[in-house]
């Protein structure tokens, strides 16, 4: 994979690494030049009480023109004035001091307001006089006031800003190249490789070379490679599954037309002994068409089923009570009661409604019910409709496997098929097919649809 500055993650790691430290160095240099500054002036006012010093060696305090001049040179003042308990002030300056445009006393100035001073100084590019005043270092008792002129202070702030800046950033850089390096090692790279393996198998899931191999971690890099290997192999397998399925599908749906054709011929032959004189065959014969029908039945629905998946629904709206009406009119074996409310009307595919009706219906009277009752109410924008039977119930293995085509038949050597296309055809839908209640005399399964059309409430008829 090519490396893309403005698009490679650990290119956007390194930036922002580097703003961050720079911002962090900004935070630290605002303060920094306001202790510069302070530190600046508190050593102008030493170096003022070392002049001061020379004052008091004469008796009158005076000294000459070249020693003032020389004391207020090495100082950085231009006037000097001493304040002390019992001594009057003691002067340094020369015949004409400059006019003072802002006077500072150090010991009463705060961190916000010494900042506000730096910034402004930097920002200044005019001739200013400073008039400091602050205690003698070594006798907190003598006040000591200089003249500067602030030129000199401005250029050391200067210098002092472009060391600080230059420091941060070899410290951002260097910082910044650390943290690249070892969250490429450790967080980008391994990711990358998750990514080329998802591409990889996404082109060729069948084959098993694509696949990510884990890396022995134990941080949720190293469970998210374990994660997506299971899952590569699990969808691996399922493909393959799924291919073998798909062929045998093509077969059974050959095999399927030709049996029913087959079928269908042994019918027609058999209706004609139906008609026998002999006893015997005429005895023979239902039994005969029962079983062909069955089998043509089993046919049908195998085909259906290996069909490419279920037909998408066809919406209209009926009247579900005439639609169970129509689907009683069919059961042989039990009674049918129909206790859905008249008006009861949906939207949903008629047909494949019928289907899986009928499906419920037929199944519990083959299972041994002697009634079959179908109920239907609206709630929560989804209508329920309830088939109950009186039968035995369903035992544990058909429970376990009942949506499961060819394992999960209730009764002895059918398919399981109609369960299985039952809830495919809910499904479709955006309902359910599911098993609420199964016990010795009482089985009740429940198909869910959403958004009926409408509902009247009457009382229920029995039919």
């Known amino acids: 994979m090519n490396f893309r500055p403005f698009n490679s993650l650990s290119a956007r790691l390194l930036f922002l690494t580097i703003a961050f430290v720079m911002l962090s160095e900004v935070v630290i240099f605002v303060p920094s030049i306001a202790r510069f500054r302070m530190d600046y002036l508190e050593a102008h006012i030493a170096s003022a009480r070392l002049a001061s010093l020379a004052l008091e060696v004469p008796p009158d305090n005076m000294v000459d023109e070249d020693l003032r001049d020389q004391l207020l040179q090495q100082a950085g003042s231009l006037g000097i004035v001493l304040r002390r308990p019992g001594l009057r002030a003691l002067m340094l300056t020369r015949d004409m001091p400059p006019a003072v445009d802002q006077t500072i006393d150090v010991a009463t100035t705060k961190m916000p307001e010494a900042i506000a001073d730096a910034l402004a100084t930097l920002a200044r590019h005019g001739h200013r006089i400073l008039r400091v005043i602050g205690p003698s270092p070594r006798d907190p008792s003598t006040v000591v006031e200089t003249v500067i002129d602030e030129t000199p202070l401005r250029e050391a702030l200067l210098q002092y800003a472009g060391r600080i800046m230059a420091v941060s950033v070899l410290i951002s850089i ?65 493909l393959a599954q799924k291919t073998r399925l798909a062929a045998l599908g093509a077969a059974v749906a050959k095999i399927n037309h030709d ?61 579900l009570r005439a639609l169970a009406t129509e689907v009683g009119a069919g059961v042989r074996g039990a009674v049918f009661r129909n206790e859905i409310a008249r008006g009861f009307t949906v939207s949903a595919d008629e047909e494949q409604l019928f289907r899986a009706l009928a499906n419920l219906v037929r199944n519990a009277a083959e299972a041994g019910a002697s009634e079959v009752t179908v109920r239907a109410e609206a709630a929560d924008d989804l209508s329920m ?75 229920p008829a029995a039919e």
Do not use: Y
Request: aromatic residues 6%.
């Open 174 to 238: 260097f910082t910044a190249t650390l943290v690249f390096v070892t969250l490429r090692w450790l967080f980008v790279r391994p990711m990358r490789e998750i990514s080329e393996s998802m591409t990889a198998f996404h082109r060729n899931p069948e084959d098993a070379s694509r696949m990510i191999t884990p890396r022995a971690r134990r941080d949720e890099i190293g469970q998210a490679q374990r994660e997506l290997a299971a899952m590569q192999e699990s969808l691996r397998a399922s």
């Open 259 to 319: 049996l029913r054709g087959i079928l269908a011929t042994a019918r027609l032959a058999s209706d004609q002994l139906s008609g026998s004189a002999d006893p015997k065959v005429r005895r023979i014969a239902p039994m005969l068409l029962g079983a062909i029908d069955r089998a043509v039945e089993l046919c049908t629905q195998t085909l259906a089923f290996v069909q490419e998946g279920t037909p998408a629904p066809r919406r209209t709206e009926f009247d």
């Open 385 to 459: 409709i309830d088939v109950a039977d009186n039968g035995p119930g369903l035992s544990e293995r058909a429970r376990k496997n009942l949506f499961q085509p060819f394992a999960g038949s209730a009764k002895s050597g059918g398919s399981g098929l109609g369960l299985a296309i039952a809830q495919e055809m809910l499904r479709a839908h955006g309902g359910d097919l599911e098993l609420l209640v199964s016990e010795p005399g009482r089985t009740v399964f429940r198909l869910s649809l959403p958004a009926f059309v409408r509902e009247r409430r009457e009382k």
